[in-house]
């Protein structure tokens, strides 16, 4: 029998292992026999259907996952890392899965690993023995010793093959039953509409829409969408239409203490002919009416002006000065795409060479320019707040698509705005408002991590770039924000492989269609357990009502260690000082609970 712990912040998992390793009864070759803890018999018979509707299609005909694998188990060394020992016993392939399971007299875990976490992998065979070397999604990298050159190609095959498949319904929150959880938890726990009735509630000018109920106007947009009162859904559908991938300018935040709105959307469609839209333009007119007396709005376009002036000629642009009076525009132009992924590239390269000097570290650690990332973002989301705090106007944001970019700055201006954002309940909401349910497509930029050989152009770390702006944050004010890094780092570990369906698909017409919300579990519901929040939650947490505004020169910004070295360098002490930190807290607590009161 399997005694299994559930950890839902990580793809990797060491469970004690008694009993011996038979077929699958989910009918995955070669996985631990019918206590397997990613099986029950609720699970559905892990098969590749026809038709899929997402991602290429299965080869012809219904397909089990043990057809792709071409030998399930081998003897084996795993070499998990510096300052790690290694690992040997029996190696197993499963549908979703790599297990090893040490062999007699060892007394170590049953080791696991998710197979969508395979970023890439190298095979090398010599004499009657191979090494695959395994480069992960969360930056680590894994080597395996196998017996047996034929073993040793078969296995890396198998991993090529399950590691790659795009179909999402085929993906292992599909198939993950953890103990303690049901189905539907969580799910409804962060709905932006709670958000949205809110502000309904507290303003007389905005009101919850459900013009998009079909997603026939904009597929990436919620149902439900906070809109202007004196807009009605026949001038939004209008709007949507004038707007690239029908992202119309929706509310994403309000301001209570200036009585002012943050907004998103994407660019317009002006095209060479300069084509205007009337309600689009009423529809920020009347954003500006709702705020207060006189008020004013800035454009924030997170493109450069050639950039913008460019995509005219293709039929995007931008908002003509003389159609939007009382709002001006300002070009912040910040990286994505390519670019962004390059960037990411080159900084764990530089991070993952031990052997470089001094000098050549801090020329690479320069010339990757992912720090200027941080400080551009960062830039851009203190003018965007400063704009609504200190100004007193209504901000939209926009870049092209409404989807990248967009959301960085968006909900970064919230996080140095909203002490709310900066609670743990908060910053969940954020990342499901700001990021799932706004249509960032994280099954495209995060299909792979930095070590793939593929680099298509839709691929970028946009949503990781985020999660290292509020580490900054959390550096620099280290008793504002309730969570810690250890909610960062597994954002970023689920963002690319995950055992829950938080993360799937690219939209919210995409995860209706495989009934994510449905079939798989909430991030939120593995996060929120109690075991869990130790990890997470940052001990010296003070409530601050203000806003926090970082600095961004050169000597304040920080790589990431916790993140970009953490598997290229012995483990250092900061989780046995963040424990620490939980200790005093916790005796400081009971200390000042038990003495008594004094009487008045």
Request: positive net charge; contains cysteine.
């Amino acid at each position: 029998m399997l005694a299994v712990e559930e950890n839902p912040c990580g793809t990797v998992r060491s469970l004690p292992l008694r009993g011996l390793l038979n077929s699958c009864p989910a009918g995955v070759a070669s996985c631990p026999a019918s206590s397997c803890p990613f099986w029950s018999p609720r699970s559905p018979r892990p098969t590749l259907p026809e038709p899929v509707p997402l991602g290429p299609r299965a080869p012809a005909g219904r397909m089990e996952f043990s057809e792709l694998i071409r030998t399930g188990r081998a003897q084996a060394e795993l070499l998990p890392g510096p300052e790690e020992p290694p690992l040997r016993g029996t190696l197993c392939v499963t549908g979703h899965h790599l297990l090893l399971s040490p062999g007699p007299p060892s007394t170590a875990d049953l080791w696991l690993l998710l197979l969508r976490s395979v970023d890439s992998i190298e095979k090398r065979v010599a004499g009657d023995s191979g090494t695959i070397t395994l480069r992960c999604k969360d930056l680590r990298v894994l080597q395996l010793d196998i017996e047996g050159v034929e073993a040793t190609l078969d296995i890396a095959r198998s991993i090529e093959a399950l590691s790659s498949l795009e179909s999402v319904i085929t993906s292992f929150p599909f198939f993950y039953r953890p103990k303690g959880l049901r189905l539907g938890d969580a799910w409804h726990f962060h709905p932006p509409e709670c958000y949205y009735k809110r502000v309904a509630r507290e303003t007389n000018a905005w009101r919850l829409s459900e013009v998009n109920q079909d997603f026939s106007l904009c597929p990436s947009y919620p149902r439900a969408v906070i809109v202007p009162r004196a807009v009605d859904d026949d001038a939004l559908a209008r709007s949507a239409r004038f707007r690239q991938g029908g992202r119309f300018p929706v509310l994403c935040y309000h301001h209570a203490p200036s009585g002012t709105v943050l907004l998103r959307s994407s660019q317009p469609l002006t095209g060479p002919q300069k084509r205007r839209c009337a309600e689009d333009e009423d529809l920020l007119r009347a954003v500006l009416a709702g705020a207060h007396p006189g008020a004013r709005g800035f454009i924030v376009d997170t493109r450069s002006a050639q950039a913008a002036k460019q995509a005219r000629m293709t039929g995007g642009g931008t908002e003509a000065k003389a159609a939007y009076p009382g709002w001006k525009r300002l070009h912040r132009p910040l990286e994505r795409g390519r670019a962004l992924q390059e960037s990411f590239v080159r900084l764990v390269e530089a991070c993952g060479d031990p052997e470089q000097s001094m000098d050549r570290w801090l020329s690479r650690l320069e010339g990757c320019r992912w720090l200027a990332h941080v400080k551009e973002a960062l830039s851009t989301a203190c003018l965007a707040a400063q704009g609504m705090e200190r100004e007193g106007a209504c901000i939209l944001v926009h870049g092209a698509e409404g989807r990248d970019s967009t959301l960085l700055v968006t909900s970064l201006a919230q996080l140095i705005l909203d002490p709310l954002s900066r609670t743990i309940t908060g910053f969940q909401e954020l990342v499901e408002r700001e990021w799932i349910q706004a249509g960032h497509p994280f099954q495209l930029r995060c299909a792979h991590s930095a070590f793939s050989h593929a680099r298509p152009k839709h691929e970028a770390p946009t949503f990781l770039l985020f999660l290292d702006c509020v580490w900054q944050l959390g550096r620099q004010f280290p008793l504002s924000l309730e969570f810690g890094e250890g909610l960062l780092l597994a954002l970023f570990e689920h963002a690319y492989a995950s055992p829950f369906g938080t993360f799937l698909c690219n939209s919210e017409k995409e995860r209706c269609l495989c009934e994510v919300r449905t079939r798989t579990h909430s991030l939120w519901s593995g996060l929120n357990q109690l075991k869990e929040q130790r990890k997470l939650r940052n001990p010296l947490y003070v409530l601050n009502p203000l806003a926090i505004w970082p600095s961004v020169e050169p000597q304040s910004l920080r790589l990431w260690q916790g993140l970009f070295l953490r598997w290229t360098r012995p483990p250092e002490s900061s989780e046995v000082a963040w424990e620490k930190v939980w200790q005093i807290v916790t005796e400081r607590e009971k200390t000042e609970g038990s003495q008594p009161t004094a009487s008045t």
